[in-house]
């Protein structure tokens, strides 16, 4: 792996960004450049960069196995699986459809938008403002980096306008799977989402879950290696919406996704890895930054399988 590699990559890949568009459903996010494309790859000694790595963007869905994690510490495996099942749904990460219809009474897993919300009542806190300060402190820890905040300006957009959130929520109420008030669920929901990062940002916290939850230069272990294997699990089978089968076959590294145009991945005691493609295809993942990954992953011989 070197710089060089890097960058003869984004150059070769920047085309497919003509191929999709940026998220509009959240009109904030509209704001973003349709052909930017950046990446960061970082491994125990070094740190390889090129394209747009150190431009900022709302992390969105690559939150939430983050947030699954603290909520594991939080309250142990027992309740969160009370809540929120651990099969993949072949359904996009908004799909109300299944929460009716799954005879488990709950939604299948936390790394679609239902899973997630019920995983962010399951924070620990006496209000919102305890939790949210918690989950970046979380975030801040994973990546060494204190200046993470959360984007006002994107929060408030999908506040106003995350109509089916909100309905999967009170739904979800309905179904007992969320804790407390449904509109607090929600905010911390939107607010973890808003969370601004870059893929260096990414990239360390793949490693981290690269290596089990241990931060290999301080030999501090930050997450109990058992949820950092669970997180990586439901990466591999969840994290990229319906095209999680897909994207195990082609590139094969535990990977998760979001609107923003994130992707983080985790390459077992190798690499930790974060891209920023924002123009998505239709299920909603980074178009470029999909097919970078490929191509890397077999380069570097990355895939678990
Ligand atoms: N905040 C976004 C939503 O709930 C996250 C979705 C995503 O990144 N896939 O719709």
């Known amino acids: 792996m070197d710089k060089k590699y890097l960058d003869s990559i984004i150059k070769e890949y920047k085309h497919y960004t003509i191929e999709g568009q940026v998220a509009d459903y959240i009109p904030e996010l509209k704001k973003m450049e349709r052909c930017d494309l950046g990446i960061a790859i970082i491994d125990r000694d070094n740190i390889f960069t090129a394209g747009e790595w150190e431009k900022k ?100 957009s999908e506040k106003e306008t995350g109509n089916r959130n909100r309905s999967l929520a009170y739904f979800l109420k309905d179904i007992h799977c969320i804790e407390g008030d449904v509109e607090e669920a929600l905010d911390l929901y939107f607010m973890q989402c808003s969370i601004e990062v870059n893929t260096l940002d990414l990239a360390k916290i793949g490693l981290i879950l690269a290596n089990d939850g241990l931060n290999i230069n301080t030999g501090e272990q930050l997450i109990p290696k058992k949820y950092a294997k669970i997180a990586k699990t439901f990466m591999l089978t969840c994290g990229m919406y319906d095209e999680s089968g897909k994207f195990a076959i082609d590139v094969g590294i535990p990977s998760k996704s979001g609107v923003g145009g994130g992707i983080m991945s985790s390459v077992p005691q190798r690499y930790g890895i974060g891209v920023f493609g924002p123009s998505l295809n239709k299920k909603g993942n980074s178009v470029a930054g999909m097919r970078m990954l490929e191509k890397i992953s077999k380069d570097y011989e990355m895939s678990i399988f």
Do not use: H
Request: net charge negative; charged share 25%; proline share 5%.
């Open 57 to 156: 963007f709302t992390i969105q869905s690559v939150s939430k196995p983050i947030v699954l994690i603290l909520a594991l510490m939080d309250r142990g495996e027992d309740k969160i699986f009370e809540l929120v099942g651990k099969e993949p749904t072949g359904d996009p990460f908004n799909s109300m459809v299944r929460l009716e219809t799954y005879t488990m009474n709950k939604p299948l897993n936390p790394m679609i938008n239902a899973g997630a919300i019920s995983i962010s009542s399951l924070i620990k806190g006496k209000d919102n403002e305890e939790r949210l300060a918690r989950i970046l402190n979380f975030f801040r820890l994973l990546s060494d980096n204190e200046s993470l905040e959360v984007n006002q300006d994107v929060f408030k």
